[in-house]
């Protein structure tokens, strides 16, 4: 497979880009032979694709501004599926699906794995993931699903970067979700969450709920708020219910610094993001590289 073309470029995209992310996958899956089953892919709509991108839940690939490739984002806790996977007839073997890929990796950075249904009819398409370092895994007939290792550790050299992390996390959470914030004083928690918030699209001003304990952030795109607790001061989780909070944790995503061994108990399965200074090598590193981080998210599942 050659390199990516020139002029190609690939993004993030979400319910306003319904239209483009249908027409290829239109394209791209009635190119395909005939399957019996036929691919669900087939009967998709413009508006089911919408619904299915939400507020960025979509990759959509341009060739000098002419969609050519699109994949849906599909977070399952520790686990990224990536749907509707296609390239247009004309541009396949160009490197655009690699690329899809790649950008869709970057996507998943609180999932442990990526994975992907593909037919065995199609053994080309299987052989390609099989290339990127797919490996098959059993499945419930007419599928078979291919799985790869996500990192779950993260170095980040700075705040812009450990905003950028927190950004990739948040727009992948969904109304209900908790995530445990841990970390030493200054190891960058208020930081990851300001990105988080951007990530999902809430009311900014995230700054350290220290004096507070807890503030409540509006979304500015129909989707979840953003409630942000400090629990350096709580004595028990229990208190949480005299903060007297304007929202229900259950339509919220909820990040609480300083809450292991605390704030489990708040949900069923949860994000646990633990941040502590990196052991690195001084040489390694740039002038400008003054303090890194390494980052490590893991699920926990019921």
Partial sequence: MSG???????????????????????????????????????????????????????VLATLDGRPVGALVLDPRDDVLYLRRVGVVPGEQGHGVAAALLAHACEAGAAQQQVAVLARPELPATVAFWE????????????????????????????????QELGRRVGSLLEAGDLVVLSGE??????????????????????????????????????????????????????????????????????????????AEVLAERRLEVHISRALADEAELRDDDLDPREVRLRWVLG
């Fill in 131 to 162: 290339s990127q370092g797919f490996t098959q895994r059993p499945v419930d007939p007419p599928y078979v699903e291919l799985r790869r290792d996500l990192p779950v550790m993260h170095t980040v050299v700075d705040g812009e970067r450990m």
């Fill in 4 to 58: 990516a073309p020139d002029g190609l470029a690939v993004r993030r995209v979400g319910a306003q880009a319904a239209a483009e992310v249908h027409a290829v996958v239109s394209a791209a899956f009635s190119a395909r032979p005939a399957l019996d089953p036929p691919a669900d892919a087939l009967a998709e709509t413009p508006e089911s694709v919408a619904a299915k991108l939400g507020r960025g839940s979509g």
């Fill in 185 to 262: 004083l200054g190891a960058g928690k208020t930081t990851f969450t300001q990105g988080l918030g951007e990530g999902l699209g809430v009311r900014g001003g995230v700054t350290s709920p220290t004096f507070v304990i807890a503030r409540v952030h509006p979304s500015l795109v129909d989707g979840p708020d953003l409630v942000h607790v400090d629990a350096y001061r709580l004595g028990g989780i229990a208190e949480l219910d005299d903060l007297d909070l304007d929202t229900s944790l259950e339509d919220a995503v909820t990040v609480v610094e300083w809450g292991e061994g605390l």
